[in-house]
């Protein structure tokens, strides 16, 4: 019997953090993903001079670059 109880009472609990949990998130104050997606791409589009993915590395700067050349003889 007292199995039972304790999983009740270990379920009731889960129940209330769960319902806690649901309380919490409502009352969050959501941004609209239309406006955080356009702060995005501002973002995006003022700093893109600086983005080594769309600009590359110079090879002067680029650490992992090989050293010498590979050669077969």
Same mark, same amino acid.
């Given at each position: 019997?007292?199995?039972?109880?304790?999983?009740?009472?270990?379920?009731?609990?889960?129940?209330?953090?769960?319902?806690?949990?649901?309380? +919490?998130? %409502?009352?969050?104050?959501?941004? /609209?993903?239309?406006? #955080?997606?356009?702060? *995005?791409?501002?973002?995006?589009?003022?700093?893109?001079?600086?983005?080594?993915?769309?600009?590359? +590395?110079? %090879?002067?700067?680029?650490?992992? /670059?090989?050293?010498? #050349?590979?050669?077969? *003889?």
């Amino acid at each position: 019997m007292s199995g039972k109880m304790g999983s009740r009472s270990n379920s009731v609990i889960q129940a209330q953090k769960l319902v806690d949990q649901l309380r +919490i998130e %409502a009352t969050m104050e959501r941004v /609209k993903i239309s406006l #955080t997606a356009a702060d *995005l791409v501002q973002y995006c589009q003022e700093h893109r001079r600086s983005d080594p993915l769309l600009t590359g +590395i110079a %090879a002067s700067a680029n650490p992992f /670059k090989d050293k010498k #050349t590979c050669v077969l *003889l």
